[in-house]
């Protein structure tokens, strides 16, 4: 007896695979295999000494600390944002809709520059915002006299650490607006309606109807947005001041390092940057696993 095989617009699943295997390979499996080969070629002090430094540290604890806590609030401001442009018709709406796609579409070295010349001391925002920031760290002095909050949060917005937070907030918003939309756009009003009559106030139909659909792609958005600002590297540089232990981003550190000819240092860094970002990404896949199958039963 024999069998028809419906034919496919693509190719076969062999030929497809070949392609998708030898594609990956070139684009992403051989340049990440290369950064661990060339790390391999370190002794085991040699890269713990690279990798451990304080000056090292202090930059996996501004990139990784500052990325979670922008791709936090991008979580949250982009759940408004794309249910504002979702559920709402006014006047510009498309071209809101457009300029979410703005950091996507904008170079990242001319968004540093735009910002950093916004937020500098004499810049638009900066020149009101500064003796904001100011009074704000004095008013955290008087109640928590015990904490360095000026070396903590750092004095001025531009040219410190809160100038990376900005520029990460900046380019990771897009991916949580983006993530949501489609979502939001399937998920019928009639669902709301149908909670109200029930007898459900918003705040119960936020929580146990609206909330548990958008939360795996709101997970999916917070991992994109927070792998993107993790590796960022040209919006940052130009606002961060990039102080030692202080501003220094770890891949500007990663660059300082080639620019020494250190480029064992380099990929030592780079392979730890990889490992670590891996694994949190794995840890928020489980998650969102773990949600939508929550969701499910």
């Known amino acids: 007896?024999?069998?028809v095989r419906q034919r496919s617009v693509l190719p076969g699943f062999g030929l497809s695979l070949g392609f998708t295997v030898t594609y990956l390979s070139l684009i992403v499996l051989i340049p990440l295999a290369a950064a661990f080969i060339r790390t391999a070629e370190m002794s085991w002090g040699d890269f713990v000494q690279a990798v451990a430094s304080p000056r090292v540290l202090a930059s996996y604890r501004l990139s990784f600390g500052v990325s979670l806590l922008a791709a936090l609030v991008n979580a949250f401001f982009g759940?408004?944002?794309a249910w504002v442009l979702v559920r709402y018709s006014f006047p510009g709406r498309k071209i809101v809709d457009a300029l979410v796609d703005l950091p996507f579409a904008l170079p990242t070295a001319v968004a540093g520059i735009a910002l950093t010349a916004i937020y500098a001391k004499n810049g638009w925002v900066g020149q009101w915002a500064e003796p904001m920031w100011s009074g704000f760290l004095a008013w955290l002095t008087g109640v928590m006299p015990s904490v360095d909050w000026k070396k903590l949060l750092g004095a001025q917005i531009a040219f410190d650490r809160p100038g990376v937070f900005i520029a990460l907030t900046f380019i990771g918003l897009p991916f949580v607006v983006r993530t949501l939309q489609p979502v939001l756009e399937e998920l019928e009003p009639e669902l709301e309606e149908a909670a109200a009559s029930l007898g459900a106030n918003r705040?119960?139909?936020m929580t146990r109807v609206i909330?548990?659909?958008l939360l795996p792609p709101l997970i999916t958005g917070f991992a994109l947005a927070f792998a993107r600002a993790v590796g960022e590297y040209?919006?940052?540089v130009f606002i961060a001041g990039n102080r030692p232990m202080h501003s220094?981003?770890?891949p500007l550190l990663i660059i300082t390092k080639l620019e020494?000819?250190?480029v064992r240092g380099a990929t030592a860094i780079a392979v730890v940057m990889l490992v670590t970002?891996?694994?949190?990404?794995?840890?928020i896949n489980l998650l969102q696993k773990w949600s939508r199958r929550h969701h499910r039963i």
């Open 1 to 3: 007896m024999s069998v």
């Open 277 to 283: 970002s891996f694994i949190l990404l794995f840890l």
């Open 79 to 81: 759940f408004i944002v």
């Open 211 to 213: 909330f548990p659909e």
């Open 234 to 236: 040209g919006s940052v």
């Open 260 to 262: 020494q000819y250190d």
């Open 248 to 250: 220094e981003i770890t």
């Open 203 to 205: 705040w119960q139909t």
